[in-house]
């Protein structure tokens, strides 16, 4: 087959994503250097107290919301696989259906649940007369951030469902496993290809979110709103330079690094 | 058919939770747009001022976004059929490392790709202020799920043998590409063309930095509506977007069930 060839059908792809992606990264990546700190700014993320903090509340946001998000599209996915009954088509088509939805959304749809005029204050003020309004607060980004992971987790763990051998699992109850321990020993083992690689994209999103916080609150202290604070209030370039620089490759590592794992399992166990 | 224990209508129970969770916030908002005070709930009456007021208000976000998405297809398409079929036929190290290049954009935050966007070619002028400036990015970050859907049917069906069938009766290469492996692959260019389009209508994260007073796409245009006007017009304009968004959502689920489907009714 004619290399030339194919050099030449992947040569447009390869330039409009060096000039547009590559070099202006390598150029953030300089500017994020260019200033009044030169290259300790990249370390200012972990030295200076406030960027730490919102680093670490970032992480542990996006952790929390993963850990949560994986256990219920775990329940719900695994659910809906192996069950049959008239509602599923329906219910699957609406667990998948806010896929798309741009972080914005995400965010409206958390003001409607739990804002100023939300269902949940509706409520809470019906039962206890105090209105529970946590819209606008990391609760409210935890909520919006659950909301906008759990469709695209439950496909990815519905797909790796379907592949599962239900016989091990009727093996397993046949020898006596409790529902507990099939789930433990069984299921959980089988689909964690599938947890790994929808967990990193969990994660990855959460952290590098920005429309969700942005309509909430600008106040809620997490990197991507310190980020964009730096660059338009501040006009801080650098400093908002180097962190974008950061926060993107401590995604783009996660997401490396979760492909490996699951790829290598996926193959130990094909 | 199974007997249905406790174990069943938990889980339906809390599979229903979660539906709730994530579809009641929606009705709710499709219903706060249409309503004439939403604090006094569904008896102030429904109306269509919101809607109209969002149409007259915002007309121009929602002209920019359908443009916007459709530059962004034609563009995913011309850079990335391509690109698929190069990567599914040359199966070396290089290729993973272009597969693996591309996706970047999706796992880089928008934020990230947008500042790099506005150091490297904000200071010419022209191009910083036009839809243009919008369209790179939005292209950047759509081109993988192209490339991925069309990879994977490229992958799926035997390319190599349909191409080799071909060229043994004399097709030249821009023959079987267009007509040997462009309808092979019309599921994948159809499913990678549908995520291109809801994606760039969505897309916010990287719009807010690229955009400017002139160039508002509809994201842009909401999160205006939602930090400045009342929660009935805000909901109005999310209603507008859902109208626009829904048709794609399921043609996206219809497209990615067709095949299935077709190849079992085949088998």
Request: aromatic content about 12%; overall charge positive; some cysteine.
């Given at each position: ?12 792809a ?12 390598a ?17 200012a ?13 970032t992480?542990?946001l ?9 256990v219920i ?46 269902i ?42 379907e ?41 990855a999103?959460?952290?590098g ?25 501040q006009?801080?370039?650098?400093m908002?330079a180097?962190?974008s ?7 783009w590592?996660?997401l490396?690094?979760a492909r490996t794992?699951?790829?290598?399992s ?5 | ?20 969770f994530l ?14 005070n ?7 009456g ?18 920019l976004?359908?443009?916007?998405s459709?530059?962004?297809?034609v563009c ?14 040359a ?18 935050p928008?934020l ?7 150091v ?37 069906i ?56 002139l ?53």
């Open positions: 087959m004619g290399h030339p060839r194919l050099f030449f059908l992947i040569l447009p390869g330039i409009v994503f060096t000039a547009f992606f590559l070099l202006p990264l150029q953030l990546f300089v500017i994020g250097a260019g200033g009044k700190d030169g290259l300790a700014a990249y370390a993320i972990v030295v200076d107290r406030n960027y730490r903090a919102s680093l670490v509340a992480v542990l996006s952790a929390g919301v993963t850990i949560v998000t994986l599209s775990g329940i719900v996915g695994v659910f809906l696989t192996r069950n049959r009954f008239r509602l599923r088509p329906a219910l699957t088509a609406m667990l998948t259906f806010p896929l798309a939805f741009p972080g914005v959304v995400i965010g409206f749809m958390v003001i409607m649940l739990a804002g100023r005029q939300g949940v204050g509706d409520f809470t003020q019906w039962f206890t007369g105090e209105r529970l309004v946590f819209a606008y607060s990391m609760a409210g980004l935890f909520m919006g951030y659950v909301y906008f992971s759990i469709p695209r987790t439950i496909l990815t763990v519905m797909a790796a469902a592949k599962l051998d239900p016989r091990i699992e009727e093996a397993a109850r046949a020898l006596g496993a409790s529902p507990l321990r099939v789930v433990a020993d069984v299921i959980v083992p089988g689909l964690k290809p599938a947890f790994l690689a929808a967990g990193a994209i969990c994660f999103t959460a952290m979110a920005f429309g969700t916080a942005f309509t909430l609150a600008t106040r809620i202290n997490v990197l991507p709103m310190v980020i964009y604070t730096e660059f338009t209030d006009a801080n370039i650098a908002a180097a962190l620089f950061i926060l993107g490759a401590v995604t590592l996660v490396a690094l794992a699951a790829g290598s996926v193959a130990a166990a094909g | 058919m199974r007997r249905r224990g406790g174990l069943f209508w938990f889980q339906l129970g809390f599979t229903l939770l979660v539906c709730a579809i009641v916030p929606v009705v709710l908002s499709m219903l706060a747009g249409v309503t004439v939403y604090q006094a709930g569904l008896e102030s429904l109306t269509l001022r919101w809607v109209e007021q969002v149409w007259e208000g915002y007309r121009d976000t929602i002209y976004s359908v443009a916007l459709l530059a962004c297809l995913t398409l011309a850079l990335g059929v391509p690109a698929a079929y190069v990567l599914a036929r199966r070396s190290a290089w290729a993973r490392t272009i597969e693996e290049l591309l996706v970047m954009p999706v796992a880089v928008g990230a790709t947008a500042l790099a966007l506005i490297a070619y904000g200071t010419w002028g022209g191009f910083r202020t036009s839809w243009l400036f919008i369209l790179v990015g939005h292209v950047l970050f759509t081109l993988p799920f192209m490339v991925r859907a069309v990879l994977a049917v490229m992958n799926a035997d390319l190599k043998t349909l191409e080799e069938g071909a060229a043994s009766l004399g097709a030249s290469f821009r023959q079987r590409f267009f007509q040997v492996i462009l309808p092979n692959c019309r599921s994948g260019i159809l499913a990678g063309s549908l995520m291109v389009v809801t994606l760039s209508m969505g897309e916010f994260n990287m719009t807010w930095l690229l955009h400017t007073p160039t508002k796409t509809l994201p842009v245009g909401l999160a205006d509506a939602y930090a400045s006007l009342r929660l009935e017009i805000g909901s109005a304009y999310t209603l507008v977007f859902f109208v626009m968004i829904v048709p794609l959502l399921v043609a996206i689920q219809w497209a990615a069930r067709e095949p299935r489907r077709r190849r079992a009714d085949e088998a």
